[in-house]
């Protein structure tokens, strides 16, 4: 089955539901480091992080191990849109030794509606590899909890200083690009709003995240350390940063500084419409399969 | 372990039965190994097959010179395995090899005579150390790069007439560009079209495992309990990831990051490398770096990969070489996307080609015109 949306206790009991109902006697959690998923069971539990799913010392022993009466619960794995990365054939490989599989994930999709598939692919074993989700839909479990955070901007106003400065950054930035990744032209223009959110948040008080803790503001911190809701300083730039956030903080309304450099108004956009790509993947999962 | 199968028969038993019909349709039959997992499990199926029939057949390697030691071992496992029914060909010849670790030494040349004493190991006593073919008939790809790797096979192979060659080659689902290249030229043998082999002159090269994948080999060796090399338990316990498992030669410019873990897997063989080959120790505290050989990353001192290409060929030390590289160069497009890939070319002292540029516009361009706009 495909759990969607659903809490750390729900996952849990939901694994502990599948031990009971019988002919489980092992239960390996893949899972990244950053989303545990503490399990009490009867049975003999092993939990294996995302960096160790394609290491050999790790492979082989689990292909010898896993078995027709081991359950393989796939917690949060989905980290990348490419449907053929290394680490889902590992674990494609796992699950062809069992037929009791859990996938769970907080969002159906990552940087577009078609990475579903790659969770469809995890819990199928890719037998519908070539297939689109209108021709899978009807033969797959899900348990879907719609969580599509909504972001709710805070103003705040630069001076004319800041805006001469964005403006003659991004024109260097984009000028000089020479052998430099693009996005960092919005990850460094983003930065050029830092003084004036970071005097909002003073004031404001409270928990904050931000890209690190260079801007000394009480109460902020990393996207990677963030485990519980906080207001947004900084935009992340990577979906991925983004929905780990919003998955081990379980934030569903997200109060973010929005000063008034486009880049900032680019980023709000951004990730509204990534909120909306979240709604519209569940709207297309509940049609085609009808949970 | 899982492995494939094709309705009732495995890819083992089809294995098996393909090895039987090559018995059946040729008299002379080699089977080349490297030391590797795959040749190691072909050549244990067809030794078992020449057993089985009274039968012997020839076990060939081409000696690189600069392989593990554990490589080497195992070839000589595998050639003295079965002995009634093998015929080693064990090849020790003097040919040119890319080396990827130094700019002032581009090429080694193997087993180069008057220097046995920084050989990496003795020649056999019983290997051929002396071509077999016809020096005045020798063919050479290319003589600006002299004779290489593939030329020393391409001459053996034409010392024979109507032979099967088998090679360890897996193609099919791991690698649909390695199929297609396996199965585009298919062989007709006594009326039997053959899709897992190719025509070489009058021989054929054939490829009995090539719808194996990872799994089915290390399951068959270990159900057959066939030796094989202990470089990969040091990978395994290294941690190594799947795809970077690999026991070819030291110092090409697809392997010279094996450089990085030899001193902790090999450290005889690191021993003799530093001796033998120009630039090993630099590989080896910057094989993995993501400046230097991988070059992912620019000098500091350098704006452009344009101008880091420019200035490389301006100061490579082996002019020769320059003027292939600046041949290549002039057929492809002037932009940063491709000059970096010019200049991972130039640093790996890729002059074959075998790092294949990707001649296009540079995909970020549109990215940036994007920002431009929106930002």
Redesign the interface.
């Known amino acids: 089955m495909i759990g969607l949306g659903l809490s750390v206790e729900e996952k849990a009991d939901r694994v502990a539901d599948r031990v009971r109902a019988g002919g489980i006697n092992k239960v390996v959690v893949f899972c990244p480091s950053r989303h545990p998923l503490p399990l009490d069971l009867d049975v003999p539990t092993e939990h294996v992080e995302w960096e160790e799913v394609?290491?050999?010392?790790f492979?082989?022993r689990l292909?010898?191990e896993i078995d027709g009466q081991t359950l393989v619960v796939i917690n949060e794995c989905l980290r990348t849109p490419e449907r053929s990365a290394?680490h889902y054939n590992?674990l494609r490989?796992y699950l062809?030794?069992t037929t009791h599989q859990m996938v769970f994930s907080r969002f159906p999709c990552l940087e577009s509606p078609e990475d579903f598939m790659v969770l469809v692919d995890l819990d199928t074993r890719s037998r519908w590899r070539r297939n689109t989700l209108d021709q899978v839909g009807e033969a797959l479990q899900i348990e879907a909890r719609d969580v599509a955070p909504g972001l709710l901007p805070i103003d705040v106003t630069t001076d004319a200083a800041t805006r001469d400065l964005y403006r003659r950054t991004?024109r260097e930035l984009?000028d000089?690009?020479?052998?430099r990744?693009?996005?960092t032209?919005?990850r460094q223009?983003h930065l050029l709003g830092g003084k004036h959110k970071a005097a909002t948040a003073a004031r404001l008080g409270g928990l904050w995240v931000g890209r690190n803790a260079r801007l000394k503001v009480p109460g902020l911190v990393s996207y990677d350390e963030a485990r519980e809701p906080r207001r947004v300083l900084e935009f992340c730039h990577s979906f991925r940063d983004w929905s780990d956030y919003l998955t081990s903080s379980g934030a569903t309304e997200v109060p973010a500084l929005v000063s008034d450099l486009?880049?900032d108004r680019?980023y709000l956009e951004r990730f509204q419409q990534w909120s909306e790509m979240q709604r519209d993947a569940y709207s297309a999962i509940r049609n085609h399969v009808g949970s | 372990?899982?492995t494939q199968r094709y309705g009732t028969t495995s890819v083992l038993e089809a294995a098996r039965a393909r090895l039987r019909w090559v018995f059946d349709h040729h008299e002379t039959i080699i089977c080349s190994v490297s030391g590797g997992k795959d040749s190691t499990a072909l050549a244990h199926l067809a030794l078992a097959e020449a057993k089985r029939r009274g039968r012997r057949i020839g076990m060939f390697f081409l000696d690189e010179e600069v392989v593990y030691q554990s490589s080497a071992d195992q070839v000589e496992y595998l050639m003295t395995l079965e002995p009634e029914h093998t015929i080693p060909m064990w090849l020790q010849v003097e040919f040119r090899l890319t080396n990827a670790t130094s700019t002032t030494e581009g090429q080694l040349v193997c087993w180069e005579a008057g220097k046995h004493k920084l050989w990496m190991r003795p020649k056999k006593a019983w290997s051929i150390q002396h071509a077999p073919w016809d020096r005045s008939t020798e063919t050479v790809r290319d003589r600006r790069k002299g004779f290489g790797f593939y030329d020393a096979i391409e001459n053996f192979e034409r010392c024979y007439e109507g032979a099967a060659f088998l090679v360890g080659l897996r193609a099919a689902g791991e690698s649909p560009n390695r199929w297609r290249a396996v199965s585009k030229n298919p062989v007709t043998v006594d009326g039997d079209r053959i899709y897992w082999g190719t025509q070489k002159g009058s021989n054929v090269a054939l490829y009995p495992l090539f719808d194996w994948n990872f799994?089915d080999v290390?399951r068959y060796i270990a159900e057959s309990g066939v030796r094989y090399s202990k470089i990969y338990d040091m990978?395994?316990?290294k941690?190594?990831?799947?795809?970077e498992?690999r026991v070819s030669s030291l110092i090409h410019e697809r392997a010279f990051r094996s450089i990085c873990d030899l001193p902790e897997f090999e450290p005889r063989t690191y021993d003799r490398l530093l001796k033998r080959v120009k630039g090993i120790s630099l590989a080896q505290e910057h094989g993995k770096k993501d400046q230097l050989f991988r070059a992912r990353?620019?000098p500091k001192n350098l704006?452009?990969?344009r101008e880091y290409r420019d200035h490389l060929l301006r100061t490579h030390q082996d002019r020769e070489r320059v003027g292939i590289f600046e041949r290549r160069f002039a057929r492809q497009l002037d932009n940063?996307y491709v000059a970096?890939q010019q200049v991972r070319q130039l640093v790996l002292n890729d002059y074959e080609n075998n790092l294949a540029v990707d001649n296009a516009e540079d995909p970020?361009a549109a990215?940036?015109r994007y920002?431009?706009e929106?930002?």
């Open positions: 394609i290491r050999y010392v492979f082989y292909l010898q290394l590992c490989n062809t030794r991004k984009i000089g690009i020479g052998a990744d693009p996005h032209i919005p223009l486009n880049v680019w | 372990m899982p799994h290390w990978q395994f316990r941690g190594y990831p799947i795809h498992m990353k620019l704006t452009s990969w940063e970096r970020r990215l940036v920002y431009d929106v930002l």
